[in-house]
């Protein structure tokens, strides 16, 4: 007895399933055609990704909808289903900071200071995550005579991996980490969607950030409004949005005004303010930290 053959129709189903079920796109600029790494791609329900150097990323099987977003780039979210030839096109924003002045060249430097967290003490450190922002608030100072100008993002890491003894995952994943400069929403004081610098600046996995911080390549006026410092973890193994990733950000303790906020991008939140985490209503915790809130150990290097 002869085994009925495959028709056309049912292999070619079976080779579309197995294409969709590891359906990969790559996101890419409208304008430029260009490939946009790190892009943010939300799947929902808690799980996420960032599309590597190229531009690709791997979507789940059974994702309905994602929503891609990038601070140099309109968000767009659209159904699985309706991802042409696995390429998708990203709208560049169009950016107005008329708060903000470039310097055309490099101001002479007469006089270097940091502000910010930088100099307070170390007192706990926060892991990061896949898709987690967090980001310090550093008000422009009245007593300055002229505006100074920014040189560098400075960022207190903890680079140690002993903590990897007491969990279940004892290989280290080394984040890439996006150093960013953002203006306040004039409503709601968050950090807004839009860079100062051009996207921010990527630090790969294999460099430290050390005590120079990051350079920035074109220095610029400290806005009157004051400004944000955000760092972002990225990571492009496959890790849930709770594995912990290396470098931790070092936190300081403080019972004054907190000028810290988080996003979780991979849980569909927005920017909260640090002390509005849920843990921190809870009566331990309040204990423990002896009704102080973390605050990031983020600052600035200016001159005037």
């Known amino acids: 007895m002869k085994r009925p053959r495959l028709t056309f129709l049912a292999l070619a189903a079976i080779i579309t399933m197995r294409i969709s079920a590891q359906q990969s796109i790559t996101v890419k600029d409208s304008m430029t055609q260009e490939p946009i790494a790190y892009t943010s791609v939300w799947f929902g329900d808690a799980a996420g990704g960032y599309t590597d150097e190229s531009g690709k990323i791997e979507i789940p099987e059974g994702t309905a909808r994602i929503r891609l977003s990038h601070i140099c780039y309109e ?130 996995p294999n460099q430290r950030v050390g005590k120079d911080g990051v350079k920035i390549t074109t220095p610029i006026l400290f806005p009157k409004s004051g400004l944000f410092i955000v760092m972002e973890w990225i990571t492009t193994a496959p890790v849930s949005e709770s594995q912990n990733l290396i470098p931790a950000l070092n936190m300081t303790l403080s019972t004054n005004e907190n000028r810290t906020w988080n996003q979780k991008t991979f849980r569909g939140m927005d920017w909260m303010r640090e002390q509005d985490e849920p843990i921190y209503q809870e009566e331990s915790t309040r204990e423990f930290y002896k009704d102080r809130i973390p605050c990031a150990k983020l600052g600035l290097e200016i001159s005037r």
């Open 75 to 204: 968000t767009k979210t659209i159904p699985t289903d309706g991802i042409s030839e696995f390429t998708v096109f990203l709208v560049p924003k169009t950016v107005n900071l008329r708060e903000v002045n470039i310097s055309a060249k490099a101001p002479k430097r007469i006089k270097t200071t940091i502000v910010g967290l930088m100099k307070e003490k170390t007192q706990t450190s926060h892991r990061g995550a896949n898709g987690f922002e967090m980001a310090l608030f550093v008000p422009y100072d009245s007593t300055w005579v002229e505006s100074p100008y920014i040189h560098s993002i400075l960022a207190s890491l903890d680079y140690s991996t002993h903590w990897l003894t007491f969990t279940t995952i004892k290989t280290p994943i080394y984040a890439t980490l996006r150093f960013d400069l953002r203006l306040p929403d004039g409503s709601t004081g968050a950090p807004r969607d839009e860079s100062i610098i051009n996207g921010g600046i990527i630090v790969q």
